[in-house]
Each structure stands twice: as structure tokens, then as C-alpha cells.
């Protein structure tokens, strides 16, 4: 079994492992496309920290992944197919945009499954940006109250 999932992988963190461990545990092979920065730009307000390059190499080194793709286009039905994906795992707020519609009606047809996992609040790429931009604002201002 083939288990295919997306994602922009910014950050790596544990939620991200927690992941990709669980698609290990559905199948034989665990396939992971990256989204490119033009991606990130369609469904993310901030286009990722981490060069997509780098993203890529840093999924590449987990020993739970076995196939890592780039992709340039909201187009996940030639990705399923062309890894011959038998499960697409997608996070909690994949949504009903036509994209996402799209690959789960393709895969329903041909008997393939999406499953849908929910998110640790806790970890989060967004946030983790957040909690440093905030640490970094203050250590500023500690630095500018000293001087």
C-alpha cells in the first residue's frame, strides 16, 4: 500500500512527524509531496521560511518517508496517480475547495480512501513564527531598556 500525503513541511516539527509516522503505520511506502512557495502563496497569507529545497532534503533524511515530491500546482490527482497512491492523508482543514473535491471523488472511484486526521494545537508552523517574532520583540525591547 502506497499512502500519499501534502503539505509545506515549514519548520519541521513534532506535529509533522507525528504525521508521517502515522502514514508509515497504513502502508508500505509513505510518499510526501512539499508544496512550493507559488503553492503556499494560494492558501497561506506568508510563503514559507525554509527554501523548498531544504524542506525537501530535511523529509528526505526521515527514515518513516520513502518518496518526496515537489509540487508547483493544485492539481493532486496526477500526484495520486503518478505514485500510485492507495491512501490520500490529508489534515483536518483540507476543506471543500474544488482541488480538494476533485482528488477525493477521483479516489473514491477508484476504490482508493482519504483519510482525515485532526491537528495538535500545539504544534503548528504559523505559531512557532509567531512565539519567535514575539521573543525576538522582546528581547529588542529588554536590549533598548538596558542601554
Not at 16 to 44: F, M, N, P, Q, R
Not at 60 to 82: F, G, H, K, T, W
Not at 123 to 143: C, G, P
Amino acid at each position: 500500500m502506497i499512502v500519499y500525503t501534502v503539505g509545506t513541511f515549514d519548520l519541521l516539527h513534532v506535529g509533522h512527524l507525528a504525521l508521517l509516522e502515522y502514514c508509515a503505520t497504513l502502508g508500505d511506502t509513505v510518499a510526501v509531496g512539499v508544496a512550493s512557495d507559488e503553492v503556499v502563496k494560494l492558501y497561506k497569507p506568508n510563503i514559507p521560511v525554509i527554501p523548498l529545497e531544504q524542506r525537501i532534503e530535511m523529509l528526505q533524511a526521515l527514515r518513516c518517508v520513502n518518496i518526496v515530491l515537489p509540487y508547483y500546482e493544485l492539481d493532486y490527482i496526477s500526484v495520486c496517480q503518478a505514485v500510485k497512491a492507495d491512501i490520500f492523508v490529508i489534515g483536518e482543514d483540507w476543506g471543500r475547495k474544488p482541488h480538494n473535491v476533485g482528488v477525493e471523488n477521483h479516489l473514491n472511484d477508484q476504490g482508493k480512501k482519504t483519510i482525515q486526521i485532526k491537528y495538535n494545537p500545539r504544534t503548528s508552523s504559523t505559531q512557532i513564527k509567531k512565539d519567535v517574532f514575539t521573543q525576538f520583540q522582546s528581547s529588542k525591547l529588554i536590549e533598548q531598556i538596558v542601554v
